[in-house]
């Protein structure tokens, strides 16, 4: 029986190993090829001209303008002390 066995595991593990087959190392599959038909000079003569057209500024770096109010701000603060006075806004431990 342990033959029929050792026979049976080397027979499943010989028809596993033929499955998992590795393709070859360099990838060559990958490779691609390219073909330009621009000579050196129109391509640096190109790069040369990208900078003009771009901004150095980063994307989102402008900051909004300030909101204008016809409010003063004495009389803002007087009103949340007065606020604050009669239990509006919560403070210390209460303000969670």
Do not use: C, H, W, Y
């Not at 029929?4 to 990958?30: H, M, N, P, W, Y």
């Not at 001209?49 to 771009?54: K, M």
């Amino acid at each position: 029986m342990n033959a029929k066995f050792l026979l049976a595991t080397l027979a499943i593990a010989a028809a596993a190993t033929g499955v998992a087959r590795a393709d070859e190392a360099d990838a060559s599959q990958f490779a691609l090829k390219f073909e330009g038909n621009r000579t050196r000079a129109e391509v640096m003569a190109e790069a040369s001209r990208v900078p003009a057209t771009r901004s150095i500024e980063p994307a989102g770096s402008r900051v909004a303008a300030l909101p204008t109010s016809s409010l003063d701000v004495k009389v803002v603060r007087d009103e949340a002390v007065q606020a604050l006075r009669l239990g509006k806004i919560p403070s210390g431990e209460m303000s969670f």
